[in-house]
C-alpha cells in the first residue's frame, strides 16, 4: 500500500512564516512493496480544511504532473501575506497505485509592505550589553479564530504573552542586517484572553564590535495580527511609543564582555529589581516610563523570516559534584564545583531558597586549575570574566538561567551561597543549540567507534548556535571552511538544510566589493581584529553549495548562490600569473591545512590554493549548466582546464610523480597529493602513482586535509588504512582523542586549545558512508550507492540516515560461518547499485536475497531475479546489483 508522510514547504513542516515567493512542496512515500517508484502527483491549496477536503474554492491546483520527482513547485497567483494555507498532495505510482497525504497547513509571514510597527528602545542612549524590558496592555472583545505574533530584536529576545514564554533561545539568530533582518512568528490564537492581555519582552544589545554579530542598533520590534470569528483581520498590536519600559530592570547593563572576542555580555541579575506581574496585565503605571523609538529607520533594515529553528533545550543534566581542596578556599568564601562530565553548550539552571541581597556567581571552563577550581579562561584565551551572576530577592524559591547567550563548558564554579548546593535538586545544567532534529545512527562492534560517533554528534550540537559555529567558547564564529567540514555530519545527521543555507546566505550578503569574503561573517569585519580574509577558505564556498545541493536535489540552491560563487571566483581567476597560469600569494592570511599543519608554503604559488581554485571552477561550471546558462559553463570549464593545466606543469613533480606543496618547495605533503587526487585534478596515467605514494606515506594531514585524504584512500583501494587512521588509539587521530576519554571532538589532534571543535566531527560521516556504505549517486539520493567495508576488525556495522526521500538503513553482520548478512532498507522513490566486494575487495562465490541466489561464481546472474532487483552483473570492480526501493535481506559467502 502506497502511503504519503512527511509533507513539507520549503523543506519545514508547518512553516510560520513563509516570506518569498519560491515555494517547493516536498513529500516522502511509504510503501511495503519492492519497487515502488512514482509516475505522477498533483497538489491543492486552499484557505481552508474544509474548502480542501471537499474541493470547493480551492486557490490552486498544479494539475497531474508526470514524473518520479518527489516536489512539486507552486506556480499560482502572488500568495497573501499572515495568511494560513491548506494543502494535500496526491501520488501515482508506477503500478497505477493512488495515495493522498493528509491535509496540512503552511503560514505566509509579513512581507516588507507589512511592517508598520516601529523599532523601540528604553531609551535614546546608546550602550554597549545594553537591556530592555518592554511590555504593552491591549484589551481583546471579540472571539479570535487565529492569531499571529510577528517579533525581532537586535541582538536578542525574550517575548512573552500572558506570563507565558514564547520565544526560544538566541532569537533571532545574527545575519547581515543590512541584507535581512531575521523574525521570529508565533501563533498565539490559543494564549489571548477575552479582556485585557500583556505582551513583555526582555531584550538585549550587544553592540561591542564582536566576532560573530553586526554591531547595529538596539531595537525590538513586534506585530501581533488577529482573525476574529466574523473574518475580518487587524493589526492589533505594533511597537510604538505606546509601550511601557521598565523603570528598573534585574539585568544590569554595560557589563563585561565574557571573552577576547566579545561575543556575550556578563549576565548580572539582581532578582530585587523585578516584579514578576510585570508579565501580567495590570501591572503598576508608575514602574515605567515610555518606550522611545530606537535610531532604526522603520524601512532600514529588510525584514525576513527565519527559517532556522530557534534554540532550545535538549537534555537536563545533573552534574557530579568534586571535592574543592581546603587549601584552595579562602576563608569565608563559599566554594562548589560541578562536573558535566562533558562539555556542552547551553547554561546552568539554579533552584534555591532565596535569601535577599546574597549574589550567586557562576563560573564557566572547559578545565580546571592545579588547585582544583575552574580556570579563569574561555577555551585556551585567558577571561577573568567568563561567569554569569545572579542576586537573590529572598523568596522562598527562587530559580533562574543566565540564558541570553549560550555558554560552553565541562567544569561549573559556584561561589556565593553560604548553604550546601545539591547537583540536580539545585544545579542543573541544561544543554542547548539549534533544535535540530537528529536524524542518523551509527553503531558498531567497536565501542570507541561508537563513543566516536557519540562525541562526533554531541560536538556538532554544540556548535550550531544559530549558525553552523567552529567552537561553541572562544569565537561562536562562522567560518566557510569550518561550516564546510562540518555539512559532512550535519547533512547525514541532522535535519540541517537551512542552517547550511543560512551560511551561504551570510556570506553571499557579507561579500565584499572584489567579490571575495570576510574570514568569518555575521561579524564586525571593518574592526581591526577581524579585518582578516582566507583565501582557501573563500573557495569553499563552491564546495558547501555543492554539498547542500546533492543532499537536496534543489536546484533553487544553485541559481539563489551563483552570482556570489562565480564573483568569488572570477576575482582569484583574474589575478593569475600570465606567465605561469597559476594565482600567486595574494591579501590575507593562507591556510593549506590546520591546525598546526605541516605544509610548506615557499614561493608564490601554493599547490592546495590552486587546487580548490580549480575545484571551485569545476563546480560553478557544472552550476551554469545545471541553470541553463550553458555559454557561462563552457567558458568556465576551459577556465578549469587552462588552469589545471597550469598546476600539472609548474607544481607536479613529473618524474617522482607526485605534487609538490607549493613553487619553491621540494615537499611533497601526503595531504595535498591526497586532495589532488580525490578532486578529480590528477591524469589518468599518474593517478595510481600518486595514490600508491600518498597512502604508503605516514599520517602528516591535519584536520582539514585529512577528509579529502580518507575519502581517496576509502575510494581508491585503501580502505584498510583510511580505516586504521580513524580507530587508531595511537597519537595523532581521532581515536586517541576518543581513548583519552573525551566525549567531544578537540580542534586538533593534540590535547590542547579548544576540545569541542565540530569541525573535526566528520569522523561521524565516514563511518556510516564508507563501512557501514551509504552514498549518494545522485543529487537529493535519487539513487543511492550501497558499498560497505566489511572490514575483519568489525563483527557487525549499522548505519542510518534521513534523505529528502526517506530514512535509508543498513546492517551487516559476519557469522560465525563466514558468511555475511546484510539488512538493506531503501525508501520508495529511490534506486540503489549495492557493490559488496568494491570496498573491500572481497570476492563472493554466492549471494543470496531473501533465500533466492541472484548470483554465483560459476553461473553468474540468475535467470530469475527477486522482486525489486532489477539486475545483477560481475564487474572488474566485482558484482554490482540494481536495485529498486524496498527491503532486502543478502547473504553473502565468500570465496
Same mark, same amino acid.
Given at each position: 500500500?502506497?502511503?504519503?508522510?512527511?509533507?513539507?514547504?520549503?523543506?519545514?513542516?508547518?512553516?510560520?512564516?513563509?516570506?518569498?515567493?519560491?515555494?517547493?512542496?516536498?513529500?516522502?512515500?511509504?510503501?511495503?512493496?519492492?519497487?515502488?517508484?512514482?509516475?505522477?502527483?498533483?497538489?491543492?491549496?486552499?484557505?481552508?480544511?474544509?474548502?480542501?477536503?471537499?474541493?470547493?474554492?480551492?486557490?490552486?491546483?498544479?494539475?497531474?504532473?508526470?514524473?518520479?520527482?518527489?516536489?512539486?513547485?507552486?506556480?499560482?497567483?502572488?500568495?497573501?501575506?499572515?495568511?494560513?494555507?491548506?494543502?494535500?498532495?496526491?501520488?501515482?505510482?508506477?503500478?497505477?497505485?493512488?495515495?493522498?497525504?493528509?491535509?496540512?497547513?503552511?503560514?505566509?509571514?509579513?512581507?516588507?509592505?507589512?511592517?508598520?510597527?516601529?523599532?523601540?528602545?528604553?531609551?535614546?542612549?546608546?550602550?554597549?550589553? /545594553?537591556? @530592555?524590558? #518592554?511590555?504593552?496592555? $491591549? %484589551?481583546? +472583545? &471579540?472571539?479570535?479564530?487565529?492569531? !499571529?505574533?510577528?517579533?525581532?530584536?537586535?541582538?536578542?529576545?525574550?517575548?512573552?504573552?500572558?506570563?507565558?514564554?514564547?520565544?526560544?533561545?538566541?532569537?533571532?539568530?545574527?545575519?547581515?542586517?543590512?541584507?535581512?533582518?531575521?523574525?521570529?512568528?508565533?501563533?498565539?490564537?490559543?494564549?489571548?484572553?477575552?479582556?485585557?492581555?500583556?505582551?513583555?519582552?526582555?531584550?538585549?544589545?550587544?553592540?561591542?564590535?564582536?566576532?560573530?554579530?553586526?554591531?547595529?542598533?538596539?531595537?525590538?520590534?513586534?506585530?501581533?495580527?488577529?482573525?476574529?470569528?466574523?473574518?475580518?483581520?487587524?493589526?492589533?498590536?505594533?511597537?510604538?511609543?505606546?509601550?511601557?519600559?521598565?523603570?528598573?530592570?534585574?539585568?544590569?547593563?554595560?557589563?563585561?564582555?565574557?571573552?577576547?572576542?566579545?561575543?556575550?555580555?556578563?549576565?548580572?541579575?539582581?532578582?530585587?529589581?523585578? /516584579?514578576? @506581574?510585570? #508579565?501580567?496585565?495590570? $501591572? %503598576?503605571? +508608575? &514602574?515605567?516610563?515610555?518606550?522611545? !523609538?530606537?535610531?532604526?529607520?522603520?524601512?532600514?533594515?529588510?525584514?525576513?523570516?527565519?527559517?532556522?529553528?530557534?534554540?532550545?533545550?535538549?537534555?537536563?543534566?545533573?552534574?557530579?559534584?568534586?571535592?574543592?581542596?581546603?587549601?584552595?578556599?579562602?576563608?569565608?568564601?563559599?566554594?562548589?564545583?560541578?562536573?558535566?562530565?562533558?562539555?556542552?553548550?547551553?547554561?546552568?539552571?539554579?533552584?534555591?531558597?532565596?535569601?535577599?541581597?546574597?549574589?550567586?556567581?557562576?563560573?564557566?571552563?572547559?578545565?580546571?586549575?592545579?588547585?582544583?577550581?575552574?580556570?579563569?579562561?574561555?577555551?585556551?584565551?585567558?577571561?577573568?570574566?567568563?561567569?554569569?551572576?545572579?542576586?537573590?530577592?529572598?523568596?522562598?524559591?527562587?530559580?533562574?538561567?543566565?540564558?541570553?547567550?549560550?555558554?560552553?563548558?565541562?567544569?561549573?564554579?559556584?561561589?556565593?551561597?553560604?548553604?550546601?548546593? @545539591?547537583?540536580?535538586?539545585?544545579?542543573?545544567?541544561?544543554?542547548?543549540?539549534?533544535?535540530?532534529?537528529?536524524?542518523?545512527?551509527?553503531?558498531?562492534?567497536?565501542?570507541?567507534?561508537?563513543?566516536?560517533?557519540?562525541?562526533?554528534?554531541?560536538?556538532?550540537?554544540?556548535?550550531?548556535?544559530?549558525?553552523?559555529?567552529?567552537?561553541?567558547?572562544?569565537?561562536?564564529?562562522?567560518?566557510?571552511?569550518?561550516?564546510?567540514?562540518?555539512?559532512?555530519?550535519?547533512?547525514?545527521?541532522?535535519?540541517?538544510?537551512?542552517?547550511?543555507?543560512?551560511?551561504?546566505?551570510?556570506?553571499?550578503?557579507?561579500?565584499?566589493?572584489?567579490?571575495?569574503?570576510?574570514?568569518?561573517?555575521?561579524?564586525?569585519?571593518?574592526?581591526?581584529?577581524?579585518?582578516?580574509?582566507?583565501?582557501?577558505?573563500?573557495?569553499?564556498?563552491?564546495?558547501?553549495?555543492?554539498?547542500?545541493?546533492?543532499?537536496?536535489?534543489?536546484?533553487?540552491?544553485?541559481?539563489?548562490?551563483?552570482?556570489?560563487?562565480?564573483?568569488?571566483?572570477?576575482?582569484?581567476?583574474?589575478?593569475?600569473?600570465?606567465?605561469?597560469?597559476?594565482?600567486?600569494?595574494?591579501?590575507?592570511?593562507?591556510?593549506?591545512?590546520?591546525?598546526?599543519?605541516?605544509?610548506?608554503?615557499?614561493?608564490?604559488?601554493?599547490?592546495?590554493?590552486?587546487?580548490?581554485?580549480?575545484?571551485?571552477?569545476?563546480?560553478?561550471?557544472?552550476?551554469?549548466?545545471?541553470?541553463?546558462?550553458?555559454?557561462?559553463?563552457?567558458?568556465?570549464?576551459?577556465?578549469?582546464?587552462?588552469?589545471?593545466?597550469?598546476?600539472?606543469?609548474?607544481?607536479?613533480?613529473?618524474?617522482?610523480?607526485?605534487?609538490?606543496?607549493?613553487?619553491?618547495?621540494?615537499?611533497?605533503?601526503?595531504?595535498?597529493?591526497?586532495?589532488?587526487?580525490?578532486?578529480?585534478?590528477?591524469?589518468?596515467?599518474?593517478?595510481?602513482?600518486?595514490?600508491?605514494?600518498?597512502?604508503?606515506?605516514?599520517?602528516?594531514?591535519?584536520?582539514?586535509?585529512?577528509?579529502?585524504?580518507?575519502?581517496?584512500?576509502?575510494?581508491?583501494?585503501?580502505?584498510?588504512?583510511?580505516?586504521?587512521?580513524?580507530?587508531?588509539?595511537?597519537?595523532?587521530?581521532?581515536?586517541?582523542?576518543?581513548?583519552?576519554?573525551?566525549?567531544?571532538?578537540?580542534?586538533?589532534?593534540?590535547?590542547?586549545?579548544?576540545?569541542?571543535?565540530?569541525?573535526?566531527?566528520?569522523?561521524?560521516?565516514?563511518?556510516?558512508?564508507?563501512?557501514?556504505?551509504?552514498?549518494?549517486?545522485?543529487?537529493?539520493?535519487?539513487?543511492?550507492?550501497?558499498?560497505?567495508?566489511?572490514?575483519?576488525?568489525?563483527?557487525?556495522?549499522?548505519?542510518?540516515?534521513?534523505?529528502?526521500?526517506?530514512?535509508?538503513?543498513?546492517?551487516?553482520?559476519?557469522?560465525?560461518?563466514?558468511?555475511?548478512?546484510?539488512?538493506?532498507?531503501?525508501?520508495?522513490?529511490?534506486?540503489?547499485?549495492?557493490?559488496?566486494?568494491?570496498?573491500?575487495?572481497?570476492?563472493?562465490?554466492?549471494?543470496?536475497?531473501?533465500?533466492?541466489?541472484?548470483?554465483?561464481?560459476?553461473?553468474?546472474?540468475?535467470?530469475?531475479?527477486?522482486?525489486?532487483?532489477?539486475?545483477?552483473?560481475?564487474?572488474?570492480?566485482?558484482?554490482?546489483?540494481?536495485?529498486?526501493?524496498?527491503?532486502?535481506?543478502?547473504?553473502?559467502?565468500?570465496?
Amino acid at each position: 500500500m502506497l502511503t504519503i508522510a512527511n509533507i513539507q514547504v520549503n523543506g519545514l513542516i508547518r512553516p510560520l512564516g513563509l516570506d518569498v515567493p519560491s515555494l517547493r512542496f516536498s513529500w516522502d512515500l511509504q510503501s511495503k512493496e519492492r519497487g515502488c517508484m512514482p509516475a505522477a502527483s498533483r497538489v491543492w491549496i486552499a484557505l481552508t480544511e474544509q474548502d480542501l477536503l471537499e474541493g470547493g474554492s480551492r486557490l490552486w491546483d498544479s494539475g497531474q504532473k508526470t514524473g518520479a520527482m518527489v516536489h512539486l513547485d507552486y506556480s499560482g497567483l502572488p500568495l497573501n501575506s499572515c495568511t494560513r494555507y491548506w494543502w494535500k498532495v496526491a501520488v501515482w505510482d508506477e503500478s497505477g497505485q493512488y495515495a493522498e497525504s493528509a491535509a496540512d497547513y503552511f503560514d505566509t509571514g509579513l512581507y516588507r509592505a507589512d511592517w508598520k510597527a516601529d523599532w523601540i528602545w528604553r531609551t535614546k542612549r546608546l550602550f554597549v550589553n /545594553d537591556f @530592555a524590558y #518592554l511590555r504593552k496592555e $491591549f %484589551a481583546l +472583545e &471579540r472571539e479570535v479564530v487565529e492569531a !499571529k505574533l510577528f517579533a525581532s530584536a537586535h541582538n536578542f529576545m525574550k517575548v512573552y504573552l500572558n506570563g507565558k514564554r514564547l520565544s526560544g533561545n538566541g532569537t533571532p539568530a545574527p545575519t547581515e542586517i543590512k541584507r535581512r533582518k531575521y523574525y521570529v512568528a508565533y501563533d498565539v490564537a490559543a494564549e489571548l484572553n477575552q479582556g485585557m492581555n500583556c505582551i513583555a519582552a526582555a531584550a538585549h544589545y550587544l553592540g561591542g564590535s564582536g566576532q560573530n554579530y553586526v554591531n547595529g542598533l538596539p531595537g525590538f520590534r513586534l506585530q501581533l495580527h488577529v482573525t476574529y470569528a466574523d473574518g475580518a483581520k487587524e493589526l492589533l498590536v505594533k511597537t510604538d511609543t505606546s509601550w511601557q519600559a521598565l523603570k528598573e530592570m534585574p539585568h544590569r547593563p554595560v557589563t563585561r564582555y565574557q571573552q577576547h572576542r566579545r561575543m556575550s555580555a556578563i549576565e548580572d541579575y539582581d532578582a530585587r529589581m523585578l /516584579d514578576p @506581574a510585570w #508579565l501580567s496585565a495590570g $501591572f %503598576a503605571a +508608575e &514602574r515605567c516610563t515610555a518606550a522611545v !523609538k530606537a535610531a532604526i529607520g522603520q524601512d532600514e533594515w529588510p525584514m525576513c523570516w527565519q527559517p532556522i529553528p530557534e534554540g532550545a533545550v535538549e537534555e537536563d543534566i545533573t552534574p557530579i559534584e568534586l571535592k574543592v581542596p581546603a587549601a584552595s578556599v579562602a576563608e569565608g568564601e563559599y566554594v562548589q564545583v560541578f562536573d558535566t562530565g562533558k562539555i556542552v553548550s547551553g547554561w546552568p539552571r539554579l533552584t534555591l531558597k532565596g535569601i535577599a541581597g546574597v549574589t550567586v556567581q557562576l563560573r564557566y571552563s572547559e578545565d580546571l586549575d592545579e588547585h582544583g577550581r575552574v580556570k579563569h579562561n574561555v577555551c585556551n584565551e585567558y577571561s577573568g570574566n567568563y561567569f554569569d551572576q545572579y542576586t537573590m530577592r529572598g523568596d522562598e524559591c527562587e530559580m533562574w538561567t543566565p540564558d541570553f547567550s549560550y555558554k560552553a563548558f565541562r567544569y561549573i564554579e559556584v561561589t556565593g551561597y553560604p548553604q550546601t548546593i @545539591a547537583a540536580g535538586a539545585n544545579l542543573g545544567i541544561q544543554l542547548a543549540y539549534t533544535n535540530m532534529t537528529q536524524e542518523g545512527a551509527f553503531q558498531c562492534s567497536s565501542q570507541l567507534l561508537n563513543d566516536m560517533f557519540a562525541a562526533s554528534i554531541q560536538t556538532q550540537k554544540n556548535n550550531t548556535l544559530g549558525q553552523p559555529v567552529d567552537c561553541p567558547h572562544r569565537e561562536q564564529a562562522q567560518y566557510l571552511a569550518d561550516t564546510d567540514l562540518q555539512a559532512e555530519n550535519l547533512l547525514y545527521n541532522f535535519g540541517s538544510r537551512q542552517v547550511l543555507e543560512k551560511t551561504l546566505s551570510d556570506f553571499a550578503d557579507g561579500q565584499l566589493e572584489d567579490g571575495t569574503f570576510p574570514f568569518v561573517f555575521p561579524s564586525n569585519y571593518e574592526h581591526p581584529d577581524f579585518y582578516l580574509q582566507i583565501p582557501e577558505w573563500d573557495l569553499h564556498f563552491a564546495t558547501l553549495l555543492w554539498k547542500v545541493y546533492m543532499a537536496t536535489g534543489d536546484e533553487r540552491l544553485l541559481e539563489m548562490n551563483y552570482k556570489p560563487a562565480c564573483e568569488m571566483i572570477d576575482y582569484y581567476y583574474s589575478t593569475k600569473n600570465a606567465e605561469t597560469g597559476l594565482v600567486p600569494l595574494g591579501k590575507g592570511w593562507h591556510i593549506s591545512d590546520w591546525p598546526y599543519p605541516t605544509v610548506d608554503h615557499a614561493g608564490e604559488y601554493l599547490t592546495v590554493q590552486q587546487v580548490k581554485l580549480w575545484q571551485a571552477i569545476t563546480i560553478v561550471a557544472e552550476i551554469a549548466r545545471k541553470t541553463g546558462r550553458q555559454q557561462d559553463g563552457a567558458e568556465y570549464a576551459a577556465k578549469a582546464a587552462a588552469l589545471r593545466s597550469s598546476i600539472l606543469t609548474h607544481l607536479f613533480d613529473e618524474g617522482a610523480k607526485r605534487f609538490r606543496d607549493s613553487s619553491e618547495s621540494a615537499a611533497a605533503h601526503q595531504g595535498v597529493n591526497g586532495l589532488a587526487v580525490f578532486s578529480g585534478l590528477v591524469s589518468e596515467e599518474d593517478r595510481q602513482a600518486v595514490i600508491d605514494y600518498t597512502a604508503a606515506k605516514d599520517w602528516e594531514a591535519k584536520t582539514v586535509l585529512s577528509l579529502p585524504l580518507l575519502r581517496m584512500m576509502f575510494e581508491n583501494g585503501h580502505a584498510a588504512t583510511a580505516f586504521r587512521l580513524i580507530g587508531k588509539e595511537e597519537y595523532p587521530g581521532w581515536g586517541y582523542m576518543i581513548a583519552q576519554g573525551a566525549k567531544t571532538m578537540w580542534e586538533g589532534w593534540d590535547d590542547i586549545e579548544s576540545h569541542c571543535h565540530a569541525w573535526n566531527g566528520y569522523p561521524a560521516r565516514l563511518l556510516q558512508e564508507y563501512v557501514a556504505g551509504i552514498q549518494s549517486a545522485a543529487p537529493g539520493f535519487a539513487k543511492a550507492l550501497i558499498r560497505p567495508y566489511f572490514t575483519g576488525e568489525l563483527t557487525f556495522a549499522e548505519a542510518s540516515i534521513a534523505t529528502v526521500r526517506g530514512k535509508v538503513a543498513v546492517k551487516w553482520e559476519r557469522r560465525q560461518s563466514g558468511e555475511i548478512s546484510l539488512s538493506l532498507n531503501l525508501p520508495a522513490g529511490m534506486t540503489a547499485q549495492f557493490k559488496p566486494g568494491l570496498a573491500s575487495g572481497m570476492q563472493f562465490a554466492q549471494i543470496y536475497e531473501g533465500g533466492a541466489t541472484i548470483w554465483n561464481a560459476v553461473n553468474g546472474t540468475a535467470a530469475s531475479l527477486p522482486q525489486g532487483i532489477t539486475g545483477c552483473s560481475a564487474e572488474r570492480e566485482g558484482v554490482t546489483v540494481e536495485l529498486h526501493s524496498g527491503v532486502y535481506e543478502f547473504t553473502l559467502i565468500p570465496v
